[in-house]
């Protein structure tokens, strides 16, 4: 609840059984892998969670997003095998001992998840004239991220999980799915039903790092205050 002082300034007083189930689900929240059980998601529930999606404030009004849901077995191994590979790169990349630590981390869930769903992004959508996007071409990219974290946190909401997959070139998921040249591939999100939504976010519980406490990113007036 909100209350105005007598200096004008709302003041927050007890927050409202709705102000605490918002903040429950972005603490939820988790960038599921292992958990899925690959039960189907009603077509209902999936319409719910897209259209959260498609909800998101963008830049001009210019909806730069469309989702590709992914349900065909074939497919999702073929991306499956090309994310192994990526993993193995990225692996060999490292030092022994941060090696070590990611080997015990599991970077996707694609065939284990009830579906993919990925998130394109049109840099032309909106025509030439996009109201606002002038000065920060990035906006619209900005746009449709949120209208990912719209669909991540409806689908914690509905009690599903999400995983980024983001191993990946995005030539080889364009072939994949035929995304015209124009759309983006932003995201592939393993979506689906899970066991359980783990109360301490994967790499932190695998040691890969730790949260950042809020104060140290908290500045006041500039920079340095």
Not at 38 to 54: I, K, M, N, T
Not at 91 to 107: C, G, H, M, N, Q
Not at 127 to 135: M, Q, S, Y
Request: proline share 6%; net charge neutral; hydrophobic share 40%.
């Amino acid at each position: 609840m909100l209350e105005t002082a007598e200096s004008g300034v709302l003041r927050h007083t007890t927050p409202t059984a709705e102000t605490l189930a918002l903040y429950d689900v972005i603490a939820r929240r988790r960038d599921v892998r292992a958990e899925f059980t690959g039960a189907p998601v009603g077509d209902e529930v999936l319409q719910r969670v897209l259209g959260a999606a498609h909800r998101a404030p963008s830049v001009g009004m210019s909806q730069p997003w469309d989702f590709v849901v992914v349900r065909d077995p074939a497919t999702r191994r073929a991306f499956r095998d090309h994310v192994a590979s990526e993993r193995d790169t990225f692996a060999a990349s490292l030092p022994p001992e941060r090696r070590a630590t990611f080997d015990r981390i599991k970077v996707e869930g694609i065939c284990e998840s009830s579906m993919g769903v990925v998130v394109t992004h049109d840099q032309e959508r909106g025509g030439p004239h996009v109201l606002g996007r002038h000065a920060i071409a990035d906006t619209g990219l900005f746009s449709t991220v949120l209208a990912i974290q719209n669909l991540w946190l409806a689908a914690t909401a509905e009690g599903l999980g999400v995983g980024w997959v983001s191993f990946y070139r995005e030539p080889f998921l364009r072939d994949l799915l035929g995304i015209p040249a124009h759309a983006r591939p932003v995201a592939w999100l393993c979506l689906g039903t899970v066991s359980h939504l783990e109360s301490v976010p994967d790499l932190e519980r695998h040691g890969w790092r730790s949260r950042r406490p809020l104060a140290d990113a908290i500045h006041h007036e500039t920079w340095r205050g």
